[in-house]
């Protein structure tokens, strides 16, 4: 049910948001009354911040709060206060200044925590098998990962802008990941189609693999119940989707590293696992000794 309710939230919030930074812009011009501009201070960044993730793309990770959006949406609160306060100012304003900072802080706080799934996977313990298909839609088996280490995304879909930066991210650093010979594989629910064409717009050869009716991600307990945004589905989206996470696996298939995030803001750098990766690679010859 909270899932559900979050869905409907993030569907529904960016037009609110717009709802309100249009018509307090419009009494601040229409009126000359500087004070309207004090909603603009809740819901402005978060628009500003959208709208570069959106289009732009290269935002992998934030802050786990914005504490910094958060502190200017409530300063826009205590200015109408000041203002309605003094008499001078119109009590929608600050009306409209709580709403937006309530908004923000329920996005930055509430929405944006996913919880903790209920992973099956375990640090020390071998990667479960997984039957998935490749985005030319042929069977690919986890058994084709034996002998080399292998770097693994489950990601949301190309919907989720947060992914995809933190997929071209990825995509920038292969040549340091491909020297450890290390194998990078993305894998999401979404349609084969739309693999197909996320894997044409990288030069560089990482796998991109399909769980259908996310029968890997359900044995793995990484299936996010109605976590795509409401009226994403007209894209041809699952409501169901996976929650963010990163596995590395050594050459004998046994999961190494896992970063299992409670926030969809918060991924980890490739400096965080390349390390890793690296001494992976070290100890390959003297284990295959």
Request: charged content about 20%; hydrophobic content about 50%; glycine content about 8%.
């Amino acid at each position: 049910m909270t899932n559900r309710i979050k869905s409907m939230f993030i569907g529904a919030y960016p037009m609110v948001a717009m709802g309100i930074a249009a018509y307090a812009g419009w009494e601040a011009f229409q009126t000359g009354d500087w004070l309207w501009l004090a909603p603009l201070l809740g819901v402005v960044p978060f628009l500003m911040f959208l709208s570069r993730v959106m289009l732009l793309r290269d935002v992998a990770r934030t802050s786990g709060s914005f504490p910094g959006f958060n502190a200017l949406a409530w300063a826009g609160v205590a200015w109408a206060v000041y203002g309605v306060l003094r008499d001078q100012g119109d009590p929608a304003v600050l009306a409209l200044a709580g709403a937006a900072a309530l908004g923000f802080g329920v996005y930055s706080v509430w929405y944006s925590r996913l919880g903790c799934p209920e992973s099956k996977l375990r640090v020390g313990a071998p990667l479960p098998a997984l039957r998935l298909r490749n985005s030319q839609g042929d069977a690919w088996d986890s058994e084709s990962l034996a002998g080399r280490p292998a770097l693994l995304f489950f990601f949301r879909g190309n919907w989720c802008p947060l992914c995809m930066a933190q997929i071209k991210e990825v995509a920038a650093r292969y040549r340091e990941i491909a020297e450890t010979g290390t194998q990078v594989l993305f894998v999401s629910p979404q349609p084969q189609e739309n693999s197909a064409a996320l894997a044409a717009r990288f030069d560089a050869p990482m796998t991109f693999l399909v769980d259908d009716k996310l029968e890997a991600a359900r044995a793995l307990g990484l299936d996010m119940e109605h976590g795509l945004p409401a009226g994403m589905g007209v894209l041809g989206y699952e409501s169901t989707t996976v929650y963010p996470t990163v596995i590395v696996v050594d050459a004998a298939g046994v999961v190494r590293w896992l970063d299992e995030t409670d926030n969809y803001r918060v991924r980890p750098e490739p400096d965080t696992f390349l390390p890793l990766l690296r001494k992976l690679a070290q100890d390959r010859p003297s284990a295959a000794a």
